[in-house]
């Protein structure tokens, strides 16, 4: 089965700072992994996605993520921190051949001024 | 938001009433999907659809309805059977083809029950 875990339901950063939301899997398999964003009342964005190769994913609006097999996370990361990043982020993740896929519960980013 | 939109934004039901949300996606994508969001509890798959004429229960099917009579058009029918359908739905839609696997998502529709 295939879940994931997004364990801080709330990160609070301040601006300029960098920040991480944090994120573990489980899959059978190779997994492919994404981020994605929601503001208020809209639709998710995608971020980023890791499907192999270089264990460092770069992403939209200087976004990043770190794959790291061994301790099952993809953390996603930014250096500099903005108020307009204040949103739901969601980690997903699915295992290769399978279209299904499995969402976390959503870590609410908050960057103040 | 892309090539996916749904209507209508906002939607009202009485009880006992059914309701069709639309979707449509004009990335010629393949396969779409159907989720209910749900405060603190992220998104969950109702129906998806890898091809015409063809789809699959999700997590949490009961109570809801779909069809997919044409590639780009995949809506969704919340019957009078959903117990609770006041929610925020989302539709998306991926290619099945190589690396180009990412899910897109519309802007969703939000549905309240009066």
């Known amino acids: 089965a295939q879940s994931v875990a997004q364990p801080e339901d709330q990160v609070n950063v301040a601006e300029g700072n960098p920040l991480t939301v944090k994120c573990t899997y489980s899959v059978s398999g190779n997994p492919y992994l994404f981020w994605y964003v929601q503001y208020p009342n809209r639709g998710l964005q995608f971020l980023l996605k890791y499907i192999t190769g270089d264990n460092l994913v770069k992403g939209s609006y200087g976004f990043e993520a770190e794959f790291n097999k061994s301790q099952t996370s993809f953390h996603l990361k930014k250096p500099s921190a903005l108020v307009s990043d204040s949103a739901l982020y969601f980690c997903?993740?699915?295992?290769?051949?399978?279209?299904?896929?499995?969402f976390g519960t959503g870590t609410r980013l908050l960057v103040s001024p | 938001d892309g090539g996916i939109t749904q209507s209508p934004k906002y939607l009202f039901r009485k009880e006992g009433q059914n309701v069709t949300l639309s979707c449509e996606q004009n990335?010629?994508?393949?396969?779409m999907y159907w989720y209910r969001q749900d405060p603190g509890q992220g998104l969950r798959l109702i129906y998806y659809s890898q091809i015409v004429n063809d789809f699959q229960k999700g997590d949490i099917a009961e109570g809801y309805s779909v069809s997919r009579e044409k590639k780009e058009s995949f809506p969704l029918t919340v019957t009078s059977a959903q117990k609770n359908p006041t929610a925020f739905y989302l539709c998306a839609s991926n290619s099945m083809r190589g690396s180009q696997d990412t899910q897109y998502f519309g802007p969703g529709t939000r549905l309240t029950v009066l």
């Open positions: 997903a993740v699915r295992s290769r051949g399978f279209q299904k896929l499995v």
């Open positions: 990335l010629n994508h393949d396969a």
